[in-house]
């Protein structure tokens, strides 16, 4: 199926999470764990690995998935504990310049929604916690959280309910993610779609879509 036409002048932003609005990495919490640099980047690589954690991310269970993980690899239960029980850790730094973004969005009048693939514990985060390390965090509207929803991008359901949880319509938005294939998820529904590299490049795209970057 052809792609819809993408809107000419969106009036919503829709904003991934990690590697958008946030520094998502691992790194910020493991440093402080494991003193040498090699060996934490194979734990990183070899234990908690992006395949076990994208499970959580489609709806796994943290806990579940901590206590088997933690059979397989004796010796290191704290360290694999650690992942979830300390994950905010992994969000401590956000981009100067997209928080920036967010607050000129918001206070242009600009309906904000954040889509996030993460572990459904990331809702309750979201909506409380990080507006105290993030106020920028604060100026969403709503949150849709893959983990929590079972749904995750690029698939179309869940960006067709984020457009429900906001009331608008797929050709309203413009979608922001530093994934290409999340991007072209978005446009596949008729949302207009920014493929993140750089928060000059995205200022640039939004301005050219009519927003107030």
């Avoid at 969106?10 to 691992?26: E, K, T």
């Avoid at 967010?102 to 916690?129: I, K, Q």
């Avoid at 072209?184 to 490049?201: C, L």
């Avoid at 995205?202 to 970057?213: C, D, S, V, Y």
């Amino acid at each position: 199926m052809a792609p819809k036409p993408a809107p000419s002048k969106p009036s919503v932003a829709v904003f991934d999470m990690g590697g958008v609005l946030l520094d998502w990495n691992p790194r910020h919490l493991y440093r402080k764990l494991i003193a040498d640099p090699a060996e934490m980047e194979r734990f990183l690589a070899e234990v908690t690995t992006s395949r076990w954690h994208s499970d959580q991310d489609h709806g796994g269970d943290p806990a579940t998935a901590t206590q088997r993980l933690r059979a397989q690899h004796p010796g290191k239960e704290a360290l694999i504990e650690a992942f979830y029980a300390r994950f905010d850790e992994m969000c401590d730094h956000s981009f100067p310049e997209m928080a920036e973004l967010v607050e000129h969005l918001h206070a242009a009048g600009t309906p904000l929604y954040l889509l996030s693939n993460a572990p459904a514990f990331m809702d309750a985060w979201l909506r409380g916690p990080a507006h105290r390390r993030h106020p920028f965090i604060g100026r969403f509207s709503d949150y849709i959280v893959s983990g929590l929803v079972l749904q995750s991008k690029p698939d179309a359901a869940i960006y067709r309910l984020a457009c429900r949880a906001g009331a608008f319509e797929p050709g309203d938005a413009v979608f922001i993610d530093d994934v290409l294939a999340n991007v072209d998820g978005a446009r596949a529904i008729g949302m207009a779609g920014i493929h993140h590299r750089s928060a000059a490049e995205t200022i640039a795209e939004l301005r050219a879509l009519g927003l107030p970057a």
